[in-house]
Nanobody, 116 residues
Framework: QVHLVESGGGSVQPGGSMNLSCLAS????????MGWFRQAPRSQRTLVAT???????TYADAVKGRFTISRDSTNSTVHLQMNMMKPEDTAVYYC??????????WGQGTQITVSS
């Protein structure tokens, strides 16, 4: 069973920065995509950024140029550096992993609030 444990989150002022991390454990596959989705109140869960084990990244248009996704050398941890944050970035952020031979997995979510 794959487990995703998120760290980071909380409150930040507009224009500020924050970092999220997600550690995946229990995976036996080195081929996967990890990343982040977010869900604002009364909205659907939407993609923020993903990165596969080859380093190929995908970003939502709303975060391009402000957010950066990265992974550690073991490919078991994914980070999301968020800069120039805006009130519309307020949401619950979910870590995500799509692992070959194992399926899709989600973290429990962490609340981020951008407000002055």
């Amino acid at each position: 069973q794959v487990h995703l444990v998120e760290s980071g989150g909380g409150s930040v002022q507009p224009g500020g920065s924050m970092n999220l991390s997600c550690l995946a454990s229990g995976s036996r596959s080195n081929n996967n995509v990890m990343g982040w989705f977010r869900q604002a109140p009364r909205s659907q869960r939407t993609l923020v950024a993903t990165m596969d084990t080859k380093g190929i990244t995908t970003y939502a248009d709303a975060v391009k140029g402000r957010f950066t996704i990265s992974r550690d050398s073991t490919n078991s941890t994914v980070h999301l550096q968020m800069n120039m944050m805006k009130p519309e970035d307020t949401a619950v952020y979910y870590c995500y992993a799509a692992i070959d031979g194992a399926g899709l997995f989600w973290g429990q979510g962490t609340q981020i609030t951008v407000s002055s």
